[in-house]
């Protein structure tokens, strides 16, 4: 790859972060909404695999299993600072029940260390519970 065109595919990825968190101006806010479009691009990837819709590979699919282990225990300092940005659709609640919070960061560390990986049949069977994780925790504390 020539040195201008990966600076341009550099440059170009970077906009794209920054357009989806246009006018983010904390960065305690921009660096938790970072690790939530990580945790969101894993999934997305282990989705796809158990649906057929990327070829089933058990040594990524394991790999994207101890990297969602690894950003659902960095949930808890992610948030430690209440950080506030218009931006932001953290609930205060966060602040207010965080035994609550980081119970549900635990819950979706274990769903995610959990999930089965050696077969196309077991991720399926076991990404469900580690799906509702998430759930579970934006509706207590995202805004809908
Ligand atoms: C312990 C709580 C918790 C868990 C578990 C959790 N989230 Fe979140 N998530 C949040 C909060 C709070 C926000 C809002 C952050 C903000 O806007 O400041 C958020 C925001 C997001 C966003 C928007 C980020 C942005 O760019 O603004 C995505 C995407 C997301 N979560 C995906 C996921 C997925 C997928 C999972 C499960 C695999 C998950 N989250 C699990 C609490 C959680």
Do not use: N
Request: a negative charge; glycine letters at 4%; proline letters at 4%.
């Amino acid at each position: 790859m020539t040195r201008s065109l990966s600076l341009t595919l550099a440059l170009a990825f970077t906009a794209g972060v920054a357009l989806a968190h246009e006018g983010v101006k904390d960065p305690d806010v921009m660096a938790r909404m970072e690790l939530m479009e990580d945790i969101k691009a894993a999934t997305a990837r282990i989705d796809k695999m158990r649906r057929g819709q990327a070829p089933f590979d058990a040594g990524k699919a394991a790999a994207d299993r101890a990297l969602l282990v690894e950003k659902a225990e960095a949930i808890p300092d992610a948030f430690a600072r209440k950080a506030e940005d218009p931006k932001s659709e953290a609930l205060p609640a966060i602040w207010t029940d965080w035994d609550d919070f980081t119970a549900r960061a635990e819950e979706m560390a274990a769903a995610a260390a959990s999930m089965r990986t050696g077969s196309r049949q077991a991720l399926t069977g076991s990404f469900g519970d580690y799906a509702a994780t998430c759930r579970a925790c934006h509706e207590d504390f995202r805004m809908p």
